[in-house]
């Protein structure tokens, strides 16, 4: 018998995909549209500053499913066209070309786009940033021409552009206003170790400095900063931080500037959720959050897909992520307090450990690790539980994290 | 089904361990749970990463470690994303001090 209802998914984003995905196979197999705005079938972006950048990877590694598969599952993927309003009363979503479906569930996974620096010269040839396939083969064709390339912002994208860039052999600098890279994620020291890797393979850069113009005759040729350092570039990649795509949200958004959800990832309009780096979300350990990371992509279209279905489920993941640059591997998950106490496993100077930050109550919250496998991955389940580790077992290397969880959690 | 061939010896791949072995073009990872072996491909189905260089194994599964896929070592289903591509597995059997591996041609 097949389901009467019709759902329709906002987005054919990574979390989008991803619950249209979970939506089949948890045997939905009602009436399932997924709208998208780019030409392509769903694909991941973590590629696109890394093993596609670099030629690795082709766009075929990168797509969420096969572009068949779509089809063979009787998904309606209307890419290339994107989605306007949401009428929360009449339940319908409008399309750009004044179509309308009504829906009994929908989820908003619209993603984010790149923040627009403001600057004199953002307009040149040559001013580039990274969101989409189209974006990151602009990059790799300046590339091929030869640097020097100049990176605005050393956060996740600059950092990670900046280690394929040299693999390719581009000469790199980048600016950056804080006094590491990526510092907001990962605290001063392990910046400070971070911005050391990048340095051993020739990256330079200006920290406590930021842009003050783009300069060139039609197309770029030097990047002015701030503080007056005038670096030739051949080509500049911006990479400042992203904003939600909120604009089809009916309702106010949330302080964070996302999609106002609850727990189960619902929104204020009954059946309608939001998942991804849109939704602000009620975390049960955290408080309300917005994650703009791969994985909750995934664990959010997942849950947000079981949950339209009736399961009511309580998003409760701790959000786990990673970054690779050169050989190295950042990963994270929590939320670190912002008072309480961080613990050091391995150390700053070898460039090899991980950092674990307990509230005042003495709950591990989270854990960052560089160039220091397994750790993260292993305090995921320490987190989740809520436990409270000795400090001195933490710090111990020789220490097994799992042997540090409850056997009933 | 292929012909079980010799890929090493039983002593090489410990408890809770996984070992990987070249069989023709397959890389194919070996693990030990509690006595029991399992044989899988020991390539990640999202990036490609090779699975026994680092992979978490609990219980009868494997996760990986770039990406925190997780598979069942038993089935090749994947238990957690961000893989969708179920895992190849291989029959595999101990025999006179030998772990031999049956890989379709």
Redesign the interface.
Same mark, same amino acid.
Not at chain 1, 245 to 251: L, Y
């Given at each position: 018998m097949t389901d009467q209802r019709t759902i329709v998914v906002v987005g054919a984003s990574l979390a989008g995909a991803t619950a249209a995905a979970t939506l089949r196979e948890e045997g939905f197999d009602g009436r399932l549209v997924v709208i998208g705005a780019e030409e392509l079938a769903p694909y991941e972006r973590p590629g696109l500053s890394k093993g596609y950048l670099r030629g690795e990877e082709s766009l075929d590694d990168l797509f969420v499913r096969t572009p068949d598969w779509w089809k063979e599952h009787d998904v309606e993927l209307r890419t290339g066209i994107r989605a306007e309003s949401l009428d929360p009363h009449s339940r319908t979503v409008a399309l750009a070309d004044r179509e309308s479906i009504t829906f009994d569930a929908a989820l908003i996974a619209t993603g984010s786009r790149n923040r627009r620096i403001d600057a004199p010269g953002a307009d040149l040839d040559g001013v580039l940033d990274l969101r989409t396939v189209a974006d990151c083969d602009k990059i790799k064709e300046a590339a091929a021409g030869g640097g020097p390339a100049v990176l605005i912002g050393m956060g996740f994208i600059g950092a990670e552009v900046a280690a394929s860039l040299r693999a390719l052999g581009v000469d790199v600098t980048v600016v950056e206003p804080f006094e590491a890279p990526m510092q907001r994620a990962l605290g001063a020291d392990a910046g400070a170790a971070v911005a050391a890797i990048h340095a051993d393979h020739g990256v330079r850069m200006r920290f406590a400095d930021s842009l003050d113009r783009f300069e060139g005759d039609g197309r770029l040729e030097r990047v002015v900063t701030k503080l007056g350092d005038e670096l030739d570039a051949a080509f500049s990649v911006v990479g400042v931080g992203v904003q939600p795509n909120v604009e089809i949200w009916p309702g106010e958004p949330a302080p964070d500037g996302g999609i106002p959800v609850g727990p189960t990832l619902e929104t204020e309009v009954p059946r309608v959720f939001a998942a991804g780096d849109v939704a602000s979300h009620e975390h049960p350990l955290f408080g309300r959050m917005r994650v703009e990371h791969f994985d909750n992509a995934i664990k959010m279209g997942e849950a947000a897909a079981r949950n339209m279905l009736g399961a009511g489920a309580v998003f409760d993941d701790p959000h786990w992520f990673w970054s690779d640059q050169y050989d190295m591997q950042i990963q994270m998950v929590g939320r670190a307090p912002e008072d309480g106490q961080t613990v050091l496993r391995g150390s700053h100077e070898d460039r090899s450990f991980c950092t674990f930050s307990l509230d005042s109550d003495g709950v591990l919250r989270a854990a960052t690790s560089v160039a220091w496998p397994r750790d993260v991955r292993r305090a995921i389940k320490l987190v989740r539980a809520g436990v409270r580790p000795d400090p001195a077992a933490l710090a111990d290397p020789d220490v097994d994290l799992r042997t540090l969880l409850p056997k009933d959690a | 089904m292929g012909e079980f061939v010799t890929v090493g010896r039983a002593d090489e791949v410990g408890d809770g361990e996984a070992v990987a072995f070249a069989v023709g073009d397959e890389e194919v990872a070996v693990a030990r749970v509690d006595g029991d072996l399992y044989a899988f491909s020991d390539i990640c189905t999202h990036?490609h990463c090779n699975l026994s260089a @680092?992979g +978490?194994i609990e219980g009868t599964t494997i996760?990986c +470690?770039?990406? @925190?896929s997780m598979f069942s070592m038993e089935t090749g289903e994947v238990l957690n &994303? &961000?893989a969708?591509e179920p895992l190849a597995t291989f029959d595999v059997r101990e025999l006179e001090g030998e772990i031999q591996v049956a890989v379709p041609e």
């Amino acid at each position: 018998m097949t389901d009467q209802r019709t759902i329709v998914v906002v987005g054919a984003s990574l979390a989008g995909a991803t619950a249209a995905a979970t939506l089949r196979e948890e045997g939905f197999d009602g009436r399932l549209v997924v709208i998208g705005a780019e030409e392509l079938a769903p694909y991941e972006r973590p590629g696109l500053s890394k093993g596609y950048l670099r030629g690795e990877e082709s766009l075929d590694d990168l797509f969420v499913r096969t572009p068949d598969w779509w089809k063979e599952h009787d998904v309606e993927l209307r890419t290339g066209i994107r989605a306007e309003s949401l009428d929360p009363h009449s339940r319908t979503v409008a399309l750009a070309d004044r179509e309308s479906i009504t829906f009994d569930a929908a989820l908003i996974a619209t993603g984010s786009r790149n923040r627009r620096i403001d600057a004199p010269g953002a307009d040149l040839d040559g001013v580039l940033d990274l969101r989409t396939v189209a974006d990151c083969d602009k990059i790799k064709e300046a590339a091929a021409g030869g640097g020097p390339a100049v990176l605005i912002g050393m956060g996740f994208i600059g950092a990670e552009v900046a280690a394929s860039l040299r693999a390719l052999g581009v000469d790199v600098t980048v600016v950056e206003p804080f006094e590491a890279p990526m510092q907001r994620a990962l605290g001063a020291d392990a910046g400070a170790a971070v911005a050391a890797i990048h340095a051993d393979h020739g990256v330079r850069m200006r920290f406590a400095d930021s842009l003050d113009r783009f300069e060139g005759d039609g197309r770029l040729e030097r990047v002015v900063t701030k503080l007056g350092d005038e670096l030739d570039a051949a080509f500049s990649v911006v990479g400042v931080g992203v904003q939600p795509n909120v604009e089809i949200w009916p309702g106010e958004p949330a302080p964070d500037g996302g999609i106002p959800v609850g727990p189960t990832l619902e929104t204020e309009v009954p059946r309608v959720f939001a998942a991804g780096d849109v939704a602000s979300h009620e975390h049960p350990l955290f408080g309300r959050m917005r994650v703009e990371h791969f994985d909750n992509a995934i664990k959010m279209g997942e849950a947000a897909a079981r949950n339209m279905l009736g399961a009511g489920a309580v998003f409760d993941d701790p959000h786990w992520f990673w970054s690779d640059q050169y050989d190295m591997q950042i990963q994270m998950v929590g939320r670190a307090p912002e008072d309480g106490q961080t613990v050091l496993r391995g150390s700053h100077e070898d460039r090899s450990f991980c950092t674990f930050s307990l509230d005042s109550d003495g709950v591990l919250r989270a854990a960052t690790s560089v160039a220091w496998p397994r750790d993260v991955r292993r305090a995921i389940k320490l987190v989740r539980a809520g436990v409270r580790p000795d400090p001195a077992a933490l710090a111990d290397p020789d220490v097994d994290l799992r042997t540090l969880l409850p056997k009933d959690a | 089904m292929g012909e079980f061939v010799t890929v090493g010896r039983a002593d090489e791949v410990g408890d809770g361990e996984a070992v990987a072995f070249a069989v023709g073009d397959e890389e194919v990872a070996v693990a030990r749970v509690d006595g029991d072996l399992y044989a899988f491909s020991d390539i990640c189905t999202h990036r490609h990463c090779n699975l026994s260089a @680092g992979g +978490e194994i609990e219980g009868t599964t494997i996760q990986c +470690e770039c990406h @925190g896929s997780m598979f069942s070592m038993e089935t090749g289903e994947v238990l957690n &994303p &961000p893989a969708s591509e179920p895992l190849a597995t291989f029959d595999v059997r101990e025999l006179e001090g030998e772990i031999q591996v049956a890989v379709p041609e």
